[in-house]
């Protein structure tokens, strides 16, 4: 657990960025106002628009935080020559990054339960230049990569990977055990490696 001196010692900008992440994920983005991340912050109300001018632009920021080292890591894997090996290693970050991030998918599991325009701020920002990315990632992908059959193959890659995580409470709490550890999360990788080996083959 951080300290309250260790927490006061971060950047102001850092210390928002957290507790709203928190607060978006539990709640969504309807559900969170700015006064409750500033008091879960330890500011005054008016002192947060010091460094974001909106809740909007907060939110945006969170998922900017999130997602942005996630893209960076498949457009330099989607710059390596296409192999089997490449394909998988991509599926590895993506489980890695969830795992690492759970509550990424709670965010993009609130969106998506409302419908709103966050949802189409997370469509038009990040995800579809993400399915766009996944073809670039296979082996020969055919001309309709997002149409046709390799369109399905990402959906259900994206749906395990995230359905994994936002019910890793809902497992925890059944099973006993820790979904997000280290060898659980191994485990299922290895799971989607065979998975990917077969698209592949």
């Known amino acids: ?5 260790t927490q006061s010692a971060r950047p102001t900008a850092v210390r928002i960025l957290d507790e709203a992440e928190v607060l978006f994920a539990e709640r969504g983005y309807q559900g969170t106002s700015l006064a409750q991340v500033a008091d879960r912050v330890g500011i005054r109300g008016p002192s947060l628009f010091n ?3 909106s809740k909007s632009e907060l939110y945006e920021a969170v998922l900017q935080r999130l997602l942005d ?9 989607a710059a390596l020559p296409a192999s089997a090996q ?3 290693t991509a599926v590895v970050c993506m ?14 599991q609130q969106a998506v339960l409302a419908g709103d325009e966050q949802l189409d701020l ?13 073809p670039t990632l296979m082996p020969d992908p055919p001309a309709d990569a997002v149409h046709g059959e390799t369109a399905a193959s990402i959906m259900a890659f994206n749906s395990l990977i995230l359905g994994y995580v936002t019910l890793a409470p809902l497992h925890r709490r059944l099973l006993g055990t820790e979904p997000l550890s280290g060898e659980a999360v191994e485990q299922y990788l290895g799971l989607l490696r065979q998975m990917t080996a077969s698209q592949a083959d």
Do not use: G, T
Not at 95 to 108: G, N, S, V, W, Y
Not at 123 to 133: A, G, K
């Open 69 to 77: 080292p996630f893209f960076q890591v498949l457009d330099e894997l």
């Open 122 to 134: 997370l469509i038009e920002r990040w995800y579809r230049p993400f399915f766009s990315r996944l």
């Open 51 to 53: 460094h974001f001018k």
């Open 86 to 88: 490449r394909n998988q």
């Open 1 to 5: 657990m951080i300290s309250p001196h």
């Open 95 to 108: 489980m890695e990054h969830h795992a690492a991030h759970p509550r990424l998918a709670c965010l993009i």
